[in-house]
């Protein structure tokens, strides 16, 4: 069966006071993980809880799963996971309680809400810790603790906000790593916010770019283009043997003038081939460079 | 040879019953904070104060059923009325009562507010209606072992006890009822009080030292009312701290009594019209503040 699209936004618009936290914000998210990027007060949060049905819009409509986030709101939560981004949990209750807890609040019965606590628990990485009360939770375990409540009734969709936030590098990591596994494997769609493009990056196959309230740039992340890497090799003598020999071991080279070319670098492969036939024709390798605006360039400035 | 890995997440999609019942999220929603304002999986500590009151209000049954046991009933039916009569019962354990609304009903519903659990909470399907009445059952509920637990006991046991057990229930058959609706009437009121001042903050210290001065300001004043305005018994319908004992006691029979320049003095209290009507106001008042304090203030 056909899945309905995850979120349809169309014109919302919120503002509180002064602040136009949403702009006319129009967009459509179906990719398996979307990356929501920004700076703080960007309007993301906004926008995920008008998606949770919790913000009431000045304007605009917005569909998830098939269902009016704001008429049926019991309905679309009942559906969608949400771990919000600030401190959120009980410091008395172990991890196993407050899944289970959440998972009876979402509808299940007892008996189920205790075998989904152990699985989600499982799949975040905190099996040994289940029983431990959160409160002697380390910040990166906690965040999982809310992946996994948030995973606990087998939601369609779930929706995490600035979920690697205080986290030091290597628990950042395991985060990111986590919620790739969420969309992959577990087949969940995901909706992430981050102000850290690194973040979106690694774990999204879609990213939507807001700022002030609107929505500058939506597109997916990973295409064929996109992982390419396109370079602008500078030679000191005449390039044309470099170019020759390139050619010959399969890259897609361009020659611009008789010392610059083009080249389309698609795996480490390629980068090592140019290094080497550089090396081996002698034209001695004087600049290499990005050639256009990446991918980054290009969300960076939509980020503003 | 090709690599293979296997990746046990052991997460299975759920397709089992997803309920929208409001019942399964209130009744959840009250039996964890109940586990948790009586101090379940909690350290001993935690445990004390609500077991410890519980265990003082059934003092009084306990020792009156203990004194006809060791007696035995030949004796204890020779003195004049009961040994602990149900009227009065109210007001020997009143301390542990409102002992009891203000330092376990703070613990239902503040560390919510100071850990932001609500906001959680209110991501789920459950409406800010069915948290207050899940928090509400949790409160009343525990509340009920120390108001209406204690007489219960006491009259099975009178019963018990009975030289013909049958001709007590004959005679004590209107009790019954308002052994029950009493008891539910004080849990009700000093539950919805305590809630409501909850409600007002986030710290369960704040919300206890609250309820405890209300209570005494508003016996302060009523007195003071009653002695300089020279108001009568009408002035006590704004002591927090009788207003539904009084109530209970009439409704099972009998005037409070108060400690005053030696033994027990019965005193006036107001008609049962009055304190009907103005426990009914406490109970809309403390109601519409929770109702304030937990609308959806976005949505």
């Known amino acids: 069966m056909e899945q309905p699209t995850a979120i349809e936004v169309r014109g919302a618009s919120r503002r509180y006071g002064s602040i136009q936290a949403l702009d006319n914000v129009t967009l459509t998210i179906d990719a398996p993980a979307t990356g929501l990027l920004g700076q703080n007060g960007a309007g993301k949060s906004t926008l995920m809880k008008a998606i949770l049905g919790l913000v009431r819009l000045d ?42 807890h959440l998972a009876e609040l979402r509808g299940l019965s007892r008996a ?69 596994r969420v969309s992959r ?93 550089a090396a081996s024709t002698g034209v001695g390798l004087r600049r290499l460079h990005r050639d256009g605006p990446s991918i980054e360039d290009e969300l960076l400035e939509a980020i503003g | 040879m090709s690599e293979a890995k296997i990746h046990d997440v052991r997460y299975r999609p759920y397709d089992g019953e997803v309920s929208g019942s409001s019942r399964r999220a209130i009744v959840s929603m009250a039996r964890w904070s109940a586990l948790r304002a009586l101090g379940a999986r909690r350290p001993w500590t935690a ?17 009156a059923l203990g004194v006809k046991a060791l007696l035995g009933s030949t004796i204890t039916q020779q003195l004049p009325g009961d040994l602990v009569p149900y009227g009065p019962y109210y007001q020997l354990i009143g301390f542990a009562i409102l002992a009891y609304a203000a330092i376990v009903i703070p613990e239902t519903i503040c560390p919510d507010r100071r850990s932001r659990v609500l906001d959680l909470y209110l991501s789920t399907a459950l409406s800010p209606r069915e948290y207050v009445l899940g928090k509400v059952f ?32 004959q005679d004590h058959l209107r009790e019954i009822p308002a052994i029950l609706g009493g008891g539910l009437l004080i849990a009700l009121v000093y539950t919805l009080l305590g809630l409501a001042i909850a409600s007002l903050t986030s710290r369960r210290a704040f919300a206890s030292v609250g309820f405890i001065l209300l209570l005494i300001i508003s016996g302060l004043v009523s007195g003071a009312l009653r002695e300089v305005a020279n108001l009568g018994p009408n002035s006590r319908l704004i002591n927090l701290q009788g207003l539904p004992i009084w109530l209970a006691q009439k409704m099972i029979g009998g005037e409070p009594s108060f400690i005053k320049n030696g033994p027990l003095q019965q005193v006036n209290t107001p008609d049962v019209g009055l304190l009907i009507l103005i426990n009914a106001i406490l109970i809309v008042v403390c109601v519409g503040i929770l109702a304030l304090r937990y609308r959806r203030s976005d949505a």
């Open chain 1, 59 to 100: 304007a605009g409509e917005i569909d998830v799963l098939g269902h009016n986030a704001r008429r049926d709101g019991e309905q679309v939560r009942r559906r969608i996971g949400y771990a919000p981004e600030h401190e959120c949990l009980p410091p008395e209750l172990t991890a196993a309680d407050l899944c289970r």
């Open chain 1, 112 to 180: 189920d809400a205790i075998r989904r606590a152990s699985e989600v628990l499982f799949a975040v990485g905190l099996e040994e810790e289940r029983s431990r009360v959160i409160g002697g939770f380390s910040l990166g375990m906690r965040q999982r603790v809310k992946l996994a409540q948030a995973l606990v009734h087998a939601p369609e969709l779930i929706i995490l906000d600035e979920p690697t936030n205080g986290l030091d590098p290597a628990q950042r990591a395991e985060m990111l790593d986590v919620i790739r």
């Open chain 1, 185 to 277: 494997d577990l087949n969940v769609r995901v909706l992430i916010s981050s102000h850290i493009l690194d973040d979106i990056r690694r774990t999204c196959d879609a990213v939507v770019v807001m700022r002030d309230g609107a929505v500058t740039l939506a597109r997916p992340l990973a295409t064929e283009a996109d992982e390419a890497d396109v370079l602008r090799a500078e030679t000191v003598s005449n390039s044309a043997p470099f170019v020759a020999a390139m050619t010959a071991a399969g890259l897609d080279c361009t020659v611009i003038d008789t010392t610059t070319t083009r080249v389309v670098i698609r795996s480490e492969r390629d980068r090592d081939v140019l290094r080497d036939t």
């Open chain 2, 47 to 63: 445990k004390i104060v609500p077991v410890g009151l519980a265990l003082i209000a059934l003092g009084p049954a306990i020792t």
């Open chain 2, 138 to 169: 949790a409160s009343l509920i525990p509340l009920l072992a120390v108001t209406t637990l204690p007489l219960a006991f006491l009259y099975v046991g009178n019963v018990f006890f009975a030289t013909h057990p049958l001709g007590y229930v």
